[in-house]
């Protein structure tokens, strides 16, 4: 059975400091990879997809980066956090093979900016 | 202007009733999916639904592509159920790339 695991669980970091956030799918071959976000109280917003490794398309600019070194892997960066990266991150995956899919979704990373 | 409208905003039940929540696109659309987001905010995908009618439980969707809208009918509603519902579209435009969320149906279900 897939498995997604998404890393840490919740971080609290000072504004200007890097911040680096994991996402890793078990279970699967050759996902499609999507990071999304949440302000509290606000509406998921996709970032970020990737369809294969090394190949990362840009949805939504907020000063952040994404990478994915491995074919089950999905990284979330930036060098320098700003107060409104606040809020809830989730990775998300699907299978495409010609037809639309179904995404599934991580247990999500909460991040506070202080 | 916002391509999903998610209605009603909330939505209070007594337990037994039942209760519909609508979602309506601005675009065309490929697919669509109903989500249970949980207080901590994980999603839990309740419906994957890119046409026509499906149940589980007593919970059924019904997605009308062609007319740009779907449906979630909750039946015989209990407290478990509370919590907010979203809904979210694949646009044509995005060749299944993304998904579009709505603002979410809040559901109170008391006893």
């Known amino acids: 059975a897939q498995t997604i695991h998404q890393w840490p669980v919740a971080e609290i970091k000072a504004v200007g400091s890097p911040l680096s956030l994991g996402c890793t799918i078990k279970g699967k071959s050759s996902p499609n990879l999507y990071w999304y976000w949440q302000a509290t109280g606000g509406t998921l917003q996709q970032l970020f997809y990737?369809?294969?490794?090394?190949?990362v398309e840009s949805v939504v600019q907020l000063n952040l980066s994404a990478s994915r070194p491995k074919d089950d892997q999905f990284i979330l960066s930036t060098e320098k956090l700003l107060l409104s990266h606040s809020g809830f991150y989730l990775c998300a995956w699907s299978l495409w093979g010609g037809v639309y899919a179904e995404q599934f979704f991580g247990p999500g990373t909460r991040l506070t900016v202080l | 202007g916002q391509q999903v409208q998610q209605s009603p905003t909330s939505l209070v039940l007594q337990e037994g009733e039942n209760a519909e929540l609508q979602c309506n696109f601005s675009?065309?659309?490929?697919?669509m999916q109903w989500f249970y987001q949980r207080p901590g905010g994980s999603l839990i995908s309740v419906f994957y639904n890119p046409s026509g009618t499906k149940q589980s439980g007593r919970l059924t969707s019904t997605t009308v592509i062609k007319e740009r809208r779907s449906s979630l009918h909750i039946s015989s509603s209990q407290i478990t159920d509370s919590g907010t519902y979203l809904c979210a579209m694949e646009p044509s435009y995005q060749g299944g790339r993304a998904l579009i969320f709505g603002t979410g149906t809040t559901v109170s279900v008391s006893p």
């Open positions: 990737s369809i294969t490794v090394g190949q």
């Open positions: 675009t065309s659309l490929n697919s």
